[in-house]
């Protein structure tokens, strides 16, 4: 069992940055593969970053990629989602994922991780 807890999400204006975090229990959490995903109101939750068990690979979502680093601490079971440039349209609650599988699997690509947090809001006025 993991569970996830985010912070670092409140308002900003555009062209600003914030620091997600997301803090994970359990033993095995240098295992997993961690995800970030987020969704706006009215929006299905979409993919935005994910990182590798070890932070040796990493993948983002056409729309942040160049703006946004996921990164992980696995020794203080930690991953992170840097954003900067932040857009009015990068508002959401977004939500750290966790699960065993490796990052390529289908289940994961799908977004179906098995451990989600409860989700900290970012909102980017214009």
């Known amino acids: 069992q993991v569970q996830l807890v985010e912070s670092g999400g409140g308002l900003v204006q555009a062209g600003g940055s914030l620091r997600l975090s997301c803090a994970a229990s359990?033993?095995?959490?240098?295992?997993?593969?961690m995800g970030w995903f987020r969704q706006a109101p009215g929006k299905e939750r979409e993919f935005v970053a994910v990182?590798?068990?070890?932070?040796?690979?990493?993948d983002y979502s056409d729309s942040v990629k160049g703006r946004f680093i996921i990164s992980r601490d696995n020794a203080k079971n930690t991953v992170s989602l840097e954003m900067n440039s932040l857009k009015p349209e990068d508002t959401a609650a977004y939500y750290c994922?966790?699960?065993?599988?490796?990052?390529?699997?289908?289940?994961?690509?799908?977004?179906?991780?098995?451990?989600w947090g409860q989700g900290t809001q970012v909102t980017v006025s214009s």
């Open positions: 359990g033993r095995t959490f240098s295992s997993y593969t």
């Open positions: 990182i590798s068990w070890n932070g040796g690979r990493t």
């Open positions: 994922a966790a699960d065993p599988r490796n990052m390529l699997s289908g289940r994961l690509i799908r977004g179906q991780y098995d451990y």
